[in-house]
Structure formats: structure tokens, C-alpha cells
């Protein structure tokens, strides 16, 4: 603040606190430049959400009639916008208060400091109604409402109507704002940007000017909203909009919608994240369930149907991924192999997985926020992280040591630095780690990897086991036997302990061992054929013997202690026992009569159990699935099927109100249970077959589908994906190898365990049954009134048996030379069966013609005699992958190495260059053209994507990424469907909705999930036990929990 010579006393006066001087110099510059115009300029930057930039700010006074009217008193300008100059001034005055920083792309003006901002909000946002005006205009203006061109009405003033002899009280004018689309676009329609102003500005201005129609028409519920901002933003910051306006509802039923969508984005964020054309997917696939239930979400599975094909055309027929609600909160994905190890940072807010590659996830967003790849030939076994989270260390199936600056990302790699391979065990202690074999471990420096020490176990019928290491004078070895004693057939287990640079005596241990922080364990030992748990304290005189814990009639194969100390978890092959450190109380956790815990390594389970928050429920990871029991009497609640592959490992995790479950898993995933108190919520289950799928076949009606697996054939409902019943002969020990679908959906002929079957579908039953040995393809001809069972006799020959369906008779037979048995097909007009022997250095073509006609009781009788010609194959298409289009003009070319092409097969001509030859690296690869040849769709094993090509301009018209591999895909037969089979057992029907293609939309909406009231006419397969079941499981819990965080649970009984 200046004064001069010449000021007056009255602007002398120095305010006695900041908040008064602010006031003054506001009540200076609007004295100079107008109150109406520096209050509503300074309030606009202050009600905006990171600031406003210069032309923002002059839009939105322009927008503005009431500083417009007290402007423009006295005279009628050409066009309504505030004068540059006007704000310039005001600027001008204000050098040093206002900033420019960078929000969203651009440069914006905001308060130098808060105070500012606070003085502005307690000068000028006095009255609610006047908050909601300057956010409402906010809003207003990034909605585009009058941009573009379009003219705003205003009013006239008294004076301009006198003035200028007005009649009319209104009037319009263009006030020459910008239009604000979601996404810029260039001359030739390519995206050129995004708008990045409006998606931080106008969820926020619409949440404080209370317009929560507008927000869920044109932000929360609407799809181009939606994709536009996952395809620039983090998911946080669209999830953050969701969570901005519960905080400001009180409609339950609302809320309720905005969870259930914000959570189905998060499940699928890791995806998103890497293919944000995958949304309505996403939405459609997790949403599907609860269309009917909730009408906001029905709009917006609505517009992704309808606006979603411009981004991606496959789009899911009915529900194929988990929904959200019930105690799963996220799924990590990312890994390309099996999640073998994981450690939580001392936080809890983070977590560290490894496979082939090391990748850190954020637990409160589920966002990957570090991604290294140390690129190593191997997959890691296992993994430590250092007290201060800053070193992780860990080993490959190669016996390389990895060492990681979990900080930094920098990687080092040790490789020879043991003598006795292979590595087994890994550890780190601060600066320190180790490593181990079964005879040798070592020390070393992180991060640079310096062997430190290097040692040997004396006694060659033992091997190490597990190592705990505080110092070279302070460390235990635990070494198990090599050959079983013959007392009891177990391993021998021995601690060997250095105290004090001092050796000290020997523990015999029976079974399992857990190291304390302080040093101590607790450690099983058999005593008369009874197995107990003591707590030893190690002393210079050798382990002295505290208390026994608890004790046990089964082994014990391993224990552990809980995250707060308070119990100790035993795991025996039955389930789990649960010993209160306290009061010794035992509780025993018993898993069903046909799941059983398995130890492969001494000391260690491949089953665990972890204890949610004040030790409520026991969460326990056996075989693929989570079984949570109640603490208090060991009562078995739920199964919850978690994951598709066998549980790794499972951890407790407790983050500040956050109570959860951390698992990972063979199938790449990780899980967190976030909500275990709502186990009892409904789940929508999706059908799957237990075991991979090797095939998928379709009836002629595209009705059915069936599923082969080495089990069991599986037979699906194409329209709603519903699994109708599992074919399989033998209870026990059947192997299935071979399927097909008659066209009418009556009969399935499938070879199980050396027999050939045929199955009445509608009757379940099998109606022929037929020893066939050693059979390699089944084949349906002559309308589905023969099947051809293709064998392989012995190493050069190969037989041919034709049946009858669906009698089985016999109808013919004959052998054909044959060394590999490559798929036989029968010609279109049904006369010719055509067979591939590789033999030495050439290829032949065998084709056999049959004489076929009809008596008069009208049954097919067979010739036994058959033509016999061999072709040989005189001209071969380099590069060809061996599809074509039904006319057989063109064929496909897709090397593994990347890249795909059409070509003209007479002369093997490139026609399209669909994929460019850029490597992406060797994986297996499918291209095929669909049933009707309009479209080639391309699978790439590595990215688990499905791509779809127009083949009228070869341009992609989908890219969609499976949430498990697959294994087989096919179309259906009027080419609008693909049908996959996943290595998960997943059945995956995508519809194709070229936006070009009226008939492919019409199908979709005419798709059963599409019709109003499906969820509720779908069949429903639930046994009047399995109702009894969780009615008496919810009805015990509610009486017996009592917990702080229980919440009373609701049981229907649904007819």
C-alpha cells in the first residue's frame, strides 16, 4: 500500500488485521472500476474450481446481464460482450493477488494466497442464492448453453427503452461465447484433444448450484461424458465426481446408483485405464444385472448400446462380469502370469506384486502406480520388502536375484552367486538379504548385490528349510530331513540357532514354525501321538519352553500369528485351528467334507487364513475359493468364490475405517475383499465351467452351444449365456476330448473316456453308447443323419467309422494311410469326404465318394464299396494361415511375429493391410473371417484382444480385451455373435454392432438381457436346501454377531 504527499487522511488509515486490509483494497478497486463488475469478476474466480483463464473470465461477464445492464445503461452496443479493456484495468490494479498457474492444459488466474480467497468469499458470497448464481453461471457456460452462436435473452433496461423508444422488454443477442464440446476434432474427424476445462469445471459447478438433473443427464449417467474423460483423466477423477456428489445427497435410492456405477468403474479401471473404449463394455458386462432395478443405470446401458459401437462394435450379449456389491471391492490386473508373491508396505496403502514383472498398486484407487518390468527370461518365486519399504528383493525359477529400488524403479540383477542351486528362499533384514538352497545360504549388501558371507550346511541328509536372520552372530536355521524316518514316514525337522556368535542346542520341531519379531517361536511337537503348539524363548542355554498354546489330534502343517498379535492360526488338513493367545480358548475353523489343506513345503500350507478388523470373521483361501467363518464359535457363513484359479496367498489388510482381504492368485489377479460385513449381499453369479474350455461348437439354429472340456461337455443358452446342464458319463475320472451339436439342438455325440456317446438333450440321458478308442475328430454329415468318427489305429494308419445318428447303428468303415491326423471336412454338396495325409516330404489329398439312397421305409442306407481318389496338392500359398472366404477368393495372413493382411488366394496378392508388420512380440495368434464374411476378427494371445475389421474398408471397428484368455472362438451363423471359451471355463458371447450395420444393431436390442423385465423371467436354478442353507447361516449371524461393524442382514425367500 503507497501513500503520497497529497492522499487524504481518510485513505491513510492502516487496518489492524490481514482480513481488514484485503477488505479495503477490495472496497478501493471496486470504488474505482464499479462495485457490479469487480464483484462479480472476483467472484467468479473465486467460485471456480482451479481458476479461470482470461477468456473464460471475459465469457462469463459477457454471460452476465446483470454487470451487462449496469455497463451498457445508456447505450445499445453492436455486439453484448464486455469491453477487454474493462477487465484489464481491474487486473492492472491487482498485480500482485492474482497468479496464473496451470490447471487441465491451460494458464488460469487464481488468488496468490487464501486469504484472498476467504475475504472474497465472506465479502461477496454473503447469501446462499448468491453462491448458487456464480456456480450455476459457472456451469452454464461449460455446458455450452449459449455457445456456439446461440443468442442469450435479456432484458432491457428502463433507460435503453426510454432511450431508444423500445417497445419490447426482451431482446436476444449472440454473445459470441465458444461451444464446449467433450472432444475436439480435426477436418477429417480425427480426435485432436480433449476438453479438459470442462471435465474438471462442470461436475463441480452443477454439485454447488444444487442442479442435479443436469449432472446426471449430461455427466454421471451419460456415456460420452463418461468415455471422453476416462480417455484423458485418471479413473480417480471420474470416481472423485461420484463421491463430490453423494456427499451432497441425501436420496438413498440415488446414492445406491451412484455407487453401483462408480464401483463397476473401479472394478474394471486397470482395463480402462489401458483401453478406454472398453467402457461400455465394462458398464454393459458388470451392469446388466441390475438394469431393471435402477432407472438411471437402465439410461445408461441404454446410451452404451446405442453410442458405445462408435468405439468399440463387440459388445456383450448378456452378464459376463462380476458385479459390483458384495464383499469384493477391486480387482488388480496387469500381470501377464500367475501373482506368486505380494508384500503390503508398512502403510498398508500399497501393495507389491511380482510374476515376470514387478508392479505396485494403490489400495484406495486400485491403480497401478508402478510399473517395472526388470525383463528377465524367468517368473519370480518370491518376494521380501525391507522394513522402510525402500529395497524389495526376490528370485526366478533361473536362480537370479533381483534386487529393486521400490523408490526409484531401478533394478539390479546377481545372477552365480550361489554354488548349491536351485534358490528356494529369499529374506531381507534392513540392508542386508539373503538368500538360501537346500544346502548353501549367503548374505548380501542391497542394493548393490555384494556377496557378504557364504555358508554350508554340515549334515548332507538335511536340507534347509527356512532361515531367520537378524545378524552373522544372531540367526536360526531350520533343516529338514531328506528321507522320511521310518517311524512315522515324516521328515525330521531340526533348528539350528546362533545366539551371540555363540551356537547353542538343537530343537527338534515336528511340523511347523513361526518366528516372532522378538526372536521367539512357536513351534509344534509331537507328544504320544498328540500333536502340541509351544511358545520358546531362546536363552544362551538353548529354547526354553514358555507355554503350550493349544494342541492338536491331527498334524499341524503350519502356523501363524494374526496381524494384531491376539491369536494363533494352525493349519491342519481338516480347516483351521484358532488359538486365543489370551485365554488359550481354541476355535476350529472346519472346511467342507470334500476340501482338504495340503502342505508341499515343511513349514508352509498351500492354504492361509487371515482375520478381519477386531477379529470378527476368519477369511481362509482354500483351493480358488474364500471361506469366511465366524471367530467367536468357528461356524462356517459363505463361500465365496473369489478367484478362477488356485489362492496363493492371502493377507489381512486394515486401513484406517478400511476392513479387508488382500489375495492373489494363479489367475493373475489380485483381490481385495473390502466389505467383508456384507458377505450376505445378493451376487449375481456368472455360469462357467470348472475346468478350461478347449472348444466351443454351435447348433445350426444358433439356439445352443456346447463346450468341451476334459471333464465334462457343457451346453450353453447362446441368447442369455446360461449354463443348461453338464454331459458327462462317468461320475468320476471321465476325460472328454471331442463334441458336436446336432443343427436341430436335439443330440450331442461327444467321445468321453475311449466311448462314443450320443445325448438326447431335452432328456439329459445318453442314448448310444459305443466303445471307440484313440478317437481324433468328430464329424456330422448328410444333414446330422451320420456322424464320422475319425481314429488313429496305429502310427501310419488311420480308420474312418460312419454311424447313424441318433440310433448309433453302424453304417461303414475304412482305413487310410495316415502318420499325422490333420482335420477332415466333407464338401458342400455332401459327397465328398476329404482327409490330409502327411507323408515325407509331400502332402496328399484323399477323397472318398459314397453312393447314398432311399428305400421305401425311408431310412439312409450305405454302399459298403467307396471310390478312392488321391490328389496331390500341385500349388501352395506362402504366408497363407489357412482361412478364406466362402467363395475361396480371399485368405488371411497373420504371422505370429504381428501383423495381418488379406490376400487374393489365386495369386496371393495383398488386397488390405489390416494390421501393419510391427512386432509385438511372438504369441500365439487366431485370424478368421465371420460366417457371412463381412467382418475378419484377429485374437492376440499376448493382449487378449479381439479385434474387428470391416472388411468393406478394412478399418477396426472393435478392440476388445477379454478378461481371461481364450482358448476357442467362433461366429455364429448369421455372422452378428462371437462366441468364446476361456481358459477360466468363461462362456463370452459378444454381439457385433457395426454402426454402419442396421440388422447388427436390431439384434442387439432384441437380445433377451435388453428386454424390459428379463433379470426377472430368467430360470433360476436354486435348490430348496441351498435356500435352507443361507437362510439358517444369515439367521446365526445376525443373533451371534455383535461387533461394532455388523450390520443386521436381510434374508428373502424368492418363488
Given at each position: ?154 432484458k432491457y433496461t428502463e433507460i435503453q427503452r426510454y432511450r431508444f423508444g423500445l417497445k419490447d422488454q426482451e431482446g436476444t443477442a449472440d454473445r459470441k461465447v465458444p461451444l464446449q464440446p467433450l472432444v475436439f476434432h480435426t477436418k477429417d474427424g480425427r480426435v485432436s484433444g480433449y476438453n479438459k476445462r470442462k471435465f474438471g469445471e462442470l461436475p463441480f459447478h452443477l454439485v454447488r448450484s444444487h442442479r442435479f438433473e443436469d449432472l446426471f443427464e449430461n455427466v454421471l449417467f451419460n456415456y460420452l461424458w463418461l468415455h471422453s474423460k476416462v480417455s484423458c483423466c485418471p479413473l480417480q477423477a471420474i470416481l472423485a465426481d461420484f463421491e463430490d456428489m453423494v456427499q451432497h445427497l441425501s436420496d438413498s435410492e440415488l446414492i445406491k446408483q451412484l455407487n453401483i456405477v462408480a464401483d463397476g468403474m473401479r472394478l474394471g479401471g486397470v482395463i480402462l485405464a489401458q483401453h478406454p473404449d472398453m467402457l461400455a463394455s465394462q458398464i454393459i458386462g458388470r451392469l ?49 502370469f500367475a501373482v506368486f508373491g505380494f508384500c503390503l508396505t508398512s502403510d498398508k496403502r500399497f501393495i507389491l506384486t511380482i510374476s515376470n514383472k514387478f508392479l505396485m498398486f494403490d489400495l484406495m484407487t486400485g491403480e497401478i502406480t508402478c510399473d517395472i518390468n526388470p525383463e528377465i527370461p524367468g517368473i519370480m518365486q518370491a518376494l521380501a520388502l525391507n522394513s522402510d519399504d525402500k529395497y524389495a528383493v526376490a528370485f526366478t525359477n533361473h536362480n537370479e536375484i533381483i534386487i529393486l529400488n521400490a523408490l526409484s524403479g531401478d533394478v539390479e540383477k546377481v545372477n552365480n552367486m550361489m554354488e548349491s542351486l536351485p534358490l528356494t528362499g529369499i529374506a531381507i533384514a534392513d540392508s542386508v538379504a539373503l538368500a538360501w538352497s537346500p544346502r548353501q545360504w549367503v548374505t548380501f549388501s542391497v542394493p548393490s548385490g555384494t556377496k557378504l558371507s557364504s555358508h554350508f550346511i554340515e549334515r548332507n541328509d538335511y536340507f534347509i528349510s527356512y532361515l531367520h536372520y ?586
Amino acid at each position: 500500500m503507497r501513500w503520497r504527499s497529497y492522499s487524504k487522511a481518510s485513505e491513510t488509515i492502516l487496518a489492524y488485521t490481514v482480513m481488514d486490509s484485503i477488505m479495503k483494497l477490495f472496497d478501493r478497486i471496486e470504488k474505482q472500476h464499479g462495485r457490479l463488475l469487480v464483484a462479480h469478476a472476483l467472484s467468479y474466480i473465486t467460485a471456480s474450481r482451479s481458476g479461470l483463464s482470461e477468456t473464460e473470465l471475459e465469457d462469463l461477464i459477457s454471460l452476465d446481464d446483470i454487470v451487462l445492464d449496469d455497463v451498457y445503461q445508456y447505450h445499445m452496443p453492436p455486439v453484448r460482450r464486455i469491453p477487454p479493456l474493462l477487465w484489464t484495468r481491474i487486473r492492472r490494479d491487482l498485480p500482485n493477488y492474482l497468479s496464473e498457474r496451470e490447471a487441465d492444459g491451460v494458464s488460469v488466474l487464481n488468488w496468490y494466497h487464501r486469504q484472498f480467497r476467504d475475504a472474497a468469499i465472506e465479502r461477496y458470497f454473503v447469501k446462499r442464492e448468491q453462491i448458487e448464481y456464480f456456480h450455476s453461471s459457472i456451469a452454464e457456460y461449460f455446458l455450452g448453453t449459449w455457445g456456439g452462436g446461440t443468442p442469450k435473452p435479456f432484458k432491457y433496461t428502463e433507460i435503453q427503452r426510454y432511450r431508444f423508444g423500445l417497445k419490447d422488454q426482451e431482446g436476444t443477442a449472440d454473445r459470441k461465447v465458444p461451444l464446449q464440446p467433450l472432444v475436439f476434432h480435426t477436418k477429417d474427424g480425427r480426435v485432436s484433444g480433449y476438453n479438459k476445462r470442462k471435465f474438471g469445471e462442470l461436475p463441480f459447478h452443477l454439485v454447488r448450484s444444487h442442479r442435479f438433473e443436469d449432472l446426471f443427464e449430461n455427466v454421471l449417467f451419460n456415456y460420452l461424458w463418461l468415455h471422453s474423460k476416462v480417455s484423458c483423466c485418471p479413473l480417480q477423477a471420474i470416481l472423485a465426481d461420484f463421491e463430490d456428489m453423494v456427499q451432497h445427497l441425501s436420496d438413498s435410492e440415488l446414492i445406491k446408483q451412484l455407487n453401483i456405477v462408480a464401483d463397476g468403474m473401479r472394478l474394471g479401471g486397470v482395463i480402462l485405464a489401458q483401453h478406454p473404449d472398453m467402457l461400455a463394455s465394462q458398464i454393459i458386462g458388470r451392469l446388466l444385472p441390475v438394469k431393471d432395478i435402477y432407472p438411471r443405470v437402465k439410461g445408461l446401458i441404454e446410451q452404451c448400446d446405442r453410442l458405445g459401437t462408435q468405439h468399440c462394435a463387440l459388445i456383450p450379449a448378456f452378464h459376463i462380469l462380476h458385479t459390483p456389491g458384495g464383499p469384493l471391492k477391486y480387482s488388480l490386473e496387469g500381470h501377464p502370469f500367475a501373482v506368486f508373491g505380494f508384500c503390503l508396505t508398512s502403510d498398508k496403502r500399497f501393495i507389491l506384486t511380482i510374476s515376470n514383472k514387478f508392479l505396485m498398486f494403490d489400495l484406495m484407487t486400485g491403480e497401478i502406480t508402478c510399473d517395472i518390468n526388470p525383463e528377465i527370461p524367468g517368473i519370480m518365486q518370491a518376494l521380501a520388502l525391507n522394513s522402510d519399504d525402500k529395497y524389495a528383493v526376490a528370485f526366478t525359477n533361473h536362480n537370479e536375484i533381483i534386487i529393486l529400488n521400490a523408490l526409484s524403479g531401478d533394478v539390479e540383477k546377481v545372477n552365480n552367486m550361489m554354488e548349491s542351486l536351485p534358490l528356494t528362499g529369499i529374506a531381507i533384514a534392513d540392508s542386508v538379504a539373503l538368500a538360501w538352497s537346500p544346502r548353501q545360504w549367503v548374505t548380501f549388501s542391497v542394493p548393490s548385490g555384494t556377496k557378504l558371507s557364504s555358508h554350508f550346511i554340515e549334515r548332507n541328509d538335511y536340507f534347509i528349510s527356512y532361515l531367520h536372520y537378524k545378524s552373522d552372530a544372531n540367526y536360526s536355521i531350520a533343516i529338514s530331513s531328506l528321507k522320511k524316518s521310518a517311524e512315522n514316514l515324516r521328515a525330521h525337522h531340526i533348528l539350528q540357532t546362533r545366539l551371540n556368535d555363540s551356537d547353542i542346542n538343537e530343537l527338534n520341531i515336528d511340523s511347523a514354525l513361526y518366528f516372532m519379531e522378538d526372536g521367539s517361536i512357536y513351534a509344534s511337537l509331537e507328544n504320544e501321538e498328540v500333536y502340541v503348539v509351544v511358545h520358546f524363548k531362546v536363552t544362551t542355554d538353548g529354547w526354553k519352553r514358555e507355554t503350550v498354546v493349544g494342541e492338536s489330534s491331527v498334524r499341524i502343517m503350519a502356523v501363524e500369528i494374526s496381524s494384531d498379535d491376539q491369536f494363533l492360526v494352525g493349519t491342519v488338513p481338516t480347516g483351521f485351528l484358532l488359538w486365543n493367545l489370551t485365554n488359550f480358548k481354541e476355535t476350529f475353523f472346519f472346511l467342507p467334507n470334500n476340501v482338504k489343506n495340503i502342505s508341499t513345503k515343511p513349514f508352509q500350507s498351500q492354504s492361509s487364513l487371515a482375520l478381519t478388523k477386531h477379529n470378527q470373521y476368519g477369511v481362509g483361501g482354500v483351493r480358488k475359493s474364500l471361506y469366511i467363518w465366524n471367530v467367536r464359535d468357528g461356524q462356517l457363513l459363505k463361500e465365496v468364490d473369489a478367484h478362477i484359479a488356485r489362492i496363493m496367498k492371502i493377507k489381512s489388510l486394515f486401513i484406517e475405517d478400511f476392513n479387508g482381504i488382500v489375495s492373489s492368485s494363479i489367475d493373475k489377479t489380485i483381490k481385495v475383499i473390502g466389505n467383508v460385513k456384507n458377505i450376505f449381499e445378493k451376487v449375481y453369479t456368472i455360469d462357467r465351467m470348472e475346468m478350461a474350455i478347449e472348444a466351443v461348437l454351435l447348433s445350426g439354429d444358433d439356439e445352443l452351444a456346447v463346450t468341451v472340456t476334459r471333464s465334462s461337455v457343457g451346453v450353453w443358452s447362446v441368447s442369455t449365456g446360461k449354463l443348461w446342464s453338464k454331459l458327462v458319463d462317468s461320475p468320476v475320472g471321465a476325460i472328454v476330448t471331442h463334441a458336436v451339436i446336432t443343427t436341430d439342438s436335439r443330440y450331442v455325440i461327444s467321445s468321453e473316456s475311449g466311448n462314443l456317446l450320443v445325448w438326447n438333450i431335452k432328456k439329459g440321458c445318453v442314448t448310444f453308447r459305443e466303445k471307440h478308442p484313440h478317437i481324433k475328430q468328430l464329424l456330422l454329415g448328410l444333414e446330422d443323419k451320420i456322424i464320422v468318427v475319425i481314429t488313429s489305429e496305429t502310427e501310419k494308419e488311420s480308420k474312418c467309422t460312419v454311424r447313424q445318428i441318433p440310433s448309433g447303428n453302424f453304417a461303414y468303415d475304412f482305413s487310410f494311410p495316415c502318420e499325422v491326423v490333420s482335420p477332415a471336412v466333407i464338401t458342400l454338396n455332401n459327397l465328398y469326404l476329404c482327409l490330409m495325409s502327411m507323408e515325407p516330404n509331400q502332402k496328399f489329398c484323399h477323397t472318398f465318394s459314397r453312393k447314398i439312397f432311399s428305400c421305401c421305409d425311408c431310412k439312409l442306407r450305405f454302399f459298403m464299396d467307396y471310390r478312392h481318389r488321391i490328389k496331390r496338392i500341385v500349388r501352395g500359398i506362402k504366408r497363407w494361415n489357412g482361412a478364406c472366404t466362402s467363395d475361396g477368393k480371399y485368405g488371411l495372413v497373420a504371422p505370429n511375429q504381428g501383423g495381418l493382411e488379406v490376400i487374393e488366394l489365386r495369386g496371393g496378392k495383398t488386397v488390405k493391410v489390416l494390421i501393419p508388420p510391427v512386432s509385438e512380440g511372438v504369441f500365439a495368434v487366431t485370424a478368421k473371417f465371420n460366417s457371412t464374411d463381412n467382418y475378419v476378427l484377429y485374437y492376440h494371445s499376448g493382449r487378449q484382444t479381439i479385434r474387428l475389421f470391416r472388411m468393406s474398408n478394412g478399418k477396426m471397428i472393435g478392440n476388445y480385451k477379454l478378461a481371461s484368455e481364450a482358448t476357442d472362438f467362433r461366429t455364429t451363423h448369421d455372422g452378428l455373435s462371437v462366441v468364446v471359451g476361456g481358459i477360466d471355463g468363461s462362456f463370452v458371447v459378444l454381439a457385433i454392432a457395426d454402426p454402419e450395420n442396421e440388422e447388427s444393431k436390431e439384434k442387439l436390442q432384441a437380445l433377451p438381457s435388453r428386454c424390459d423385465g428379463n433379470i426377472h423371467s430368467m430360470k433360476t436354478t436354486v435348490s430348496f436346501k441351498t435356500m435352507a442353507k443361507v437362510t439358517a447361516s444369515a439367521a446365526y449371524t445376525k443373533r451371534q454377531s455383535t461387533c461394532e461393524e455388523s450390520q443386521t442382514s436381510n434374508v428373502c425367500a424368492v418363488s
